[in-house]
T-cell receptor
C-alpha cells in the first residue's frame, strides 16, 4: 500500500540558512500533520492542514511556515535555522473516512551545523 | 488538557517472555488512543488504536492493548517477545477526529536472547 512520502530524507544546513521539507500524503488523504522529534524525545506537534487550510497549530516557531497545496502535498519552510532545529521531522496524513488515525512518513532528518 | 505518561523509559525482557508496556492518559473527554512503534532511524508505524469500540484491541505483530477507563490506562502487551520487537514504543492520545496527537515519552524495549 502507498505510504506517506517525505523528501529529502536527510538534510544538512548551516545556521541562518533556510530549509524546505516536503510531504506527499497517502492518496485520498486530505489532512496533513507535521511533527518534530528532537534527539531522544517524543514527537511534538507543529501544525496541521485540512483541505489546504490550517486546522491546528502547535509549538511551531515563527521562523517556520507551512502550507498545503491543491494536490494535498505539504511543505514546511524553515528559515534562520538554529542549532536547536536539528531534529527528525515527521509528516503524517489522515483521511475523511478514518480521521482519527494518522499514518506517518519515514521522516526528514535535519542537521544544522 | 490531555497528556500521556509512559511508565518506564526502558524495558528489557527475554525472548519468549511477556511484554508489558504501560501507558496512562489524562483527558477530559473520551480519548482516541494509539500505540506506535519506531525502529531505529525509521518512522512511526501504527501498532493499534482504540476508538471507543471494543476495549480490547488487537494490533499487528501479535500486540494487543486494553482500554481501562477506570484506571485511565491503555497498556500494551504481547504474550511472547521476539528479537524483532526491540524498538521504541510510543503511546499517544487524541481527543478529536483529525486532531493532533499527544505522545508519551516513549519506552525503549530490549529483547535478550
Amino acid at each position: 500500500a502507498a505510504g506517506v512520502i517525505q523528501s529529502p530524507r536527510h538534510l544538512i544546513k548551516e545556521k541562518r540558512e533556510t530549509a524546505t521539507l516536503k510531504c506527499y500524503p497517502i492518496p485520498r488523504h486530505d489532512t496533513v500533520y507535521w511533527y518534530q522529534q528532537g534527539p531522544g524525545q517524543d514527537p511534538q506537534f507543529l501544525i496541521s492542514f485540512y483541505e489546504k487550510m490550517q486546522s491546528d497549530k502547535g509549538s511551531i516557531p515563527d521562523r517556520f511556515s507551512a502550507q498545503q497545496f491543491s494536490d494535498y502535498h505539504s511543505e514546511l519552510n524553515m528559515s534562520s535555522l538554529e542549532l536547536g532545529d536539528s531534529a527528525l521531522y515527521f509528516c503524517a496524513s489522515s483521511s475523511m473516512t478514518e480521521q482519527e488515525t494518522q499514518y506517518f512518513g519515514p521522516g526528514t532528518r535535519l542537521l544544522v551545523l | 488538557a490531555q497528556s500521556v505518561t509512559q511508565l518506564g523509559s526502558h524495558v528489557s525482557v527475554s525472548e519468549g517472555a511477556l511484554v508489558l508496556l504501560r501507558c496512562n492518559y489524562s483527558s477530559s473527554v473520551p480519548p482516541y488512543l494509539f500505540w506506535y512503534v519506531q525502529y531505529p532511524n525509521q518512522g512511526l508505524q501504527l501498532l493499534l488504536k482504540y476508538t471507543s469500540a471494543a476495549t480490547l484491541v488487537k494490533g499487528i505483530n501479535g500486540f494487543e492493548a486494553e482500554f481501562k477507563k477506570s484506571e485511565t490506562s491503555f497498556h500494551l502487551t504481547k504474550p511472547s517477545a521476539h528479537m524483532s520487537d526491540a524498538a521504541e514504543y510510543f503511546c499517544a492520545v487524541s481527543v478529536s477526529q483529525g486532531g493532533k496527537l499527544i505522545f508519551g515519552q516513549g519506552t525503549e524495549l530490549s529483547v535478550k536472547p
